[in-house]
């Protein structure tokens, strides 16, 4: 009986690790529209046939933790490095975490342009046929798919995945994103409906609310937390790194100016920072408090925000939006000095990443809040 198994375990083995070498081949001697891409396509392919391979039957069970040694200690042989046993169990786990996805978009096409199933062994394995259906499905890099198959809430990681791919972020770009909790602080200024919108479409810049985060989180400026600096020095640094903090600021963001200067009854004014966003088509001024905010403050940034909309703006161009930077506020006091409907907003920054798990603790509860006012 033990004979007999390992000899049904070589003749699986041989015809699994001859189904991945041609699928590495194919990969090798075909053309698409970057390396990234084809490596993408290739591994999701090996990730498949690895996972049929396992769902074999009970007798398979008895050499089923050998195979991927086998398969790495062969493939690794013949094609080199990148097919450790880690890498086979990623190539296995990204199959199963987005095959899903990939069979959704194969009946799509089913309907578009005929059956989408495989007729042949030779079919179900090519590596061109799996690229058509994913070309637009897996988009990006298996860098990218690797960091993002850690991402355990799923809401949470297609957010990042949509971003990633509409914002055409970078792999470093990905990473800090995450790391500066982006997707909860977006969460948490939405209800259920706004969350879930979230996680299917991405951040969505629909309304002037929709470009403000609370808190700002400028970690890359590398200004130690208790150190002692200027509002001057924030906002230099601030533009030494510009390119960063238009990426914290998020979608649509134009720079054009800092310390902008108008005149009014003969005083000059100067506005810290000046943006401008395409998607709103609209002006976006920032001021830079580093202390705690006052109720000056605010008004202050009206008279700003008045002057940009009756002088400045054009007609078809929408109100400017005014946003406070501060390191300290009450939203009490911010409440109670704006009028209803303003498009000024006071927000808080730091200079160090956020405590991630408190707040997907604060975003939990937030979402048992609205769970509960629904019911009632």
Same mark, same amino acid.
């Given at each position: 009986?033990?004979?007999?198994?390992?000899?049904?375990?070589?003749?699986?083995?041989?015809?699994?690790?001859?189904?991945?070498?041609?699928?590495?081949?194919?990969?090798? &001697?075909?053309? %698409?529209?970057?390396?990234?891409?084809?490596?993408?396509?290739?591994?999701?392919?090996?990730?498949?046939?690895?996972?049929?391979?396992?769902?074999?039957?009970?007798?398979?069970?008895?050499?089923?933790?050998?195979?991927?040694?086998?398969?790495?200690?062969?493939? &690794?042989?013949?094609?080199?490095?990148?097919?450790?046993?880690?890498?086979?169990?990623?190539?296995?786990?990204?199959?199963?975490?987005?095959?899903?996805?990939?069979?959704?978009?194969?009946?799509?096409?089913?309907?578009?342009?005929?059956?989408?199933?495989?007729?042949?062994?030779?079919?179900?394995?090519?590596?061109?046929?799996?690229?058509?259906?994913?070309?637009?499905?897996?988009?990006?890099?298996?860098?990218?798919? %690797?960091?993002?198959?850690?991402?355990?809430?799923?809401?949470?990681?297609?957010?990042?995945?949509?971003?990633?791919?509409?914002?055409?972020?970078?792999?470093?770009?990905?990473?800090?994103?995450?790391?500066?909790?982006?997707?909860?602080?977006?969460?948490?200024?939405?209800?259920?409906?706004?969350?879930?919108?979230?996680?299917?479409?991405?951040? %969505?810049?629909?309304?002037?609310?929709?470009?403000?985060?609370?808190?700002?989180? %400028?970690?890359?400026?590398?200004?130690?937390?208790?150190?002692?600096?200027?509002?001057?020095?924030?906002?230099?640094?601030?533009?030494?790194?510009?390119?960063?903090?238009?990426?914290?600021?998020?979608?649509?963001?134009?720079?054009?100016?800092?310390?902008?200067?108008?005149?009014?009854?003969?005083?000059?004014?100067?506005?810290?920072?000046?943006?401008?966003?395409?998607?709103?088509? #609209?002006?976006?001024?920032?001021?830079?408090?580093?202390?705690?905010?006052?109720?000056?403050?605010?008004?202050?940034?009206?008279?700003?925000?008045?002057?940009?909309?009756?002088?400045?703006?054009?007609?078809?161009?929408?109100?400017?939006?005014?946003?406070?930077? #501060?390191?300290?506020?009450?939203?009490?006091?911010?409440?109670?000095?704006?009028?209803?409907?303003?498009n000024i907003h006071a927000s808080k920054y730091q200079t160090y990443l956020p405590d991630k798990e408190t707040l997907k603790k604060q975003l939990e509860e937030a979402q048992q809040d609205w769970e509960a006012q629904?019911?009632?």
């Amino acid at each position: 009986m033990v004979h007999g198994i390992n000899d049904l375990a070589n003749e699986v083995d041989n015809t699994l690790l001859k189904d991945i070498r041609g699928i590495i081949s194919q990969a090798r &001697s075909l053309t %698409l529209r970057s390396v990234n891409s084809l490596q993408v396509f290739s591994n999701y392919l090996i990730g498949r046939r690895i996972v049929k391979e396992e769902q074999g039957g009970e007798a398979r069970a008895e050499y089923g933790k050998g195979i991927l040694k086998k398969l790495s200690s062969e493939l &690794s042989r013949e094609f080199g490095r990148g097919y450790s046993i880690s890498n086979l169990e990623n190539m296995r786990k990204f199959y199963l975490s987005y095959s899903s996805l990939i069979e959704e978009k194969s009946q799509t096409m089913s309907g578009i342009s005929g059956s989408a199933t495989p007729q042949t062994r030779s079919e179900e394995l090519s590596l061109t046929r799996i690229s058509q259906s994913t070309s637009t499905k897996l988009p990006l890099s298996w860098s990218h798919y %690797l960091f993002l198959m850690g991402i355990h809430l799923g809401d949470e990681r297609q957010f990042y995945e949509v971003e990633a791919e509409n914002q055409n972020w970078s792999l470093r770009e990905l990473k800090r994103q995450f790391n500066s909790s982006l997707y909860e602080r977006l969460a948490l200024s939405r209800d259920q409906a706004g969350v879930k919108k979230l996680s299917e479409k991405g951040q %969505l810049i629909e309304k002037h609310a929709d470009v403000v985060k609370d808190p700002y989180v %400028l970690e890359f400026l590398g200004l130690d937390e208790k150190s002692r600096y200027s509002e001057t020095e924030l906002e230099t640094t601030i533009i030494n790194k510009l390119e960063h903090f238009l990426l914290e600021l998020g979608k649509g963001f134009l720079f054009e100016a800092r310390q902008k200067r108008f005149t009014f009854d003969e005083e000059h004014f100067f506005v810290d920072l000046v943006f401008y966003n395409r998607l709103l088509r #609209c002006y976006v001024i920032i001021d830079l408090k580093i202390g705690e905010l006052k109720h000056q403050d605010l008004g202050q940034m009206q008279m700003y925000v008045n002057y940009f909309d009756r002088h400045v703006k054009l007609e078809d161009e929408q109100a400017t939006i005014g946003i406070i930077l #501060c390191k300290k506020k009450k939203d009490s006091l911010v409440e109670i000095t704006l009028p209803e409907g303003a498009n000024i907003h006071a927000s808080k920054y730091q200079t160090y990443l956020p405590d991630k798990e408190t707040l997907k603790k604060q975003l939990e509860e937030a979402q048992q809040d609205w769970e509960a006012q629904h019911e009632e």
